[in-house]
């Protein structure tokens, strides 16, 4: 099966707390693309990161940073130092590559509240 | 602004009606995608096309139906609209046709009443 699972469906922190939004992943593949996506109140879905299987270094991008880890299927994204304009829903995202397409399957979401 | 315009913001319309709805891509990216997101299913991918020709079908309805111009965008059509159609569809596009990540437009909320 190929899918993604989001385990929290809802996470509420206080501003300036480090969280972290789990996302596991199934694919029978050994070559695909893992992505986050976040939705912020506005609706719009605005890209975040790509990762192919082949790379499993960590990358961090300001206050954001992501732990890919294949041994456990998992694919991990950390917002350090967290602001009230992160409260969103965060979407992570499969494309197995033997699809031969560019279908995005997604999880779930997490809902993240960020309170003042 | 992720440079993909979807027309109309919003949509509302009774069953048994057809509507069209309208996705430009950004410039230079042929693959165009087509999402619904609902509560009960999240986020679904409906179809895909890359510079006009169909490339992938995931679980778009019989009554739903798209189509890929020569100038590269897209319009998904929704017909015999029943009220489980209400949600938000999602247009997205990429350079290529399989991996790349795919840019999104603002959505058509669309409510069947």
């Known amino acids: 099966a190929q899918k993604v699972t989001q385990a929290q469906t809802e996470i509420s922190v206080v501003e300036k707390e480090d969280v972290t939004l789990d996302c596991v992943y199934e694919t029978r593949d050994t070559t695909y693309y893992l992505f986050w996506y976040k939705q912020p109140p506005s609706g719009e879905l605005v890209f975040l990161i790509r990762r192919n299987s082949f790379d499993e270094q960590n990358e961090i991008s300001g206050r954001y940073s992501w732990n890919f880890q294949k041994s456990t299927s998992s694919f991990n994204f950390t917002i350090t130092a967290s602001q009230v304009v992160d409260s969103a829903v965060y979407f992570c995202?499969?494309?197995?590559?033997?699809?031969?397409?560019?279908?995005?399957?997604f999880g779930q979401g997490t809902t993240l509240q960020v309170k003042p | 602004d992720s440079g993909v315009t979807q027309t109309p913001k919003h949509l509302i319309t009774a069953t048994g009606q057809r509507v069209t709805l309208r996705c430009s891509p950004r410039s230079g990216d042929l693959s165009v995608y087509w999402y619904q997101q609902s509560l009960d299913q999240g986020l679904q991918f409906l179809i895909q096309y890359y510079n006009g020709e169909e490339r992938a079908k995931g679980n778009i309805l019989e009554r739903f139906s798209a189509q890929q111009f020569p100038d590269l965008h897209s319009e998904l059509n929704l017909s015999s609209l029943e009220l489980g159609d209400s949600a938000l569809y999602f247009c997205?596009?990429?350079?290529?046709?399989?991996?790349?990540?795919?840019?999104f437009g603002p959505g058509t909320r669309l409510l069947v009443l």
């Open positions: 997205a596009s990429s350079v290529g046709m399989e991996t790349r990540e795919q840019y």
């Open positions: 995202a499969l494309i197995p590559f033997s699809g031969n397409t560019g279908k995005l399957i």
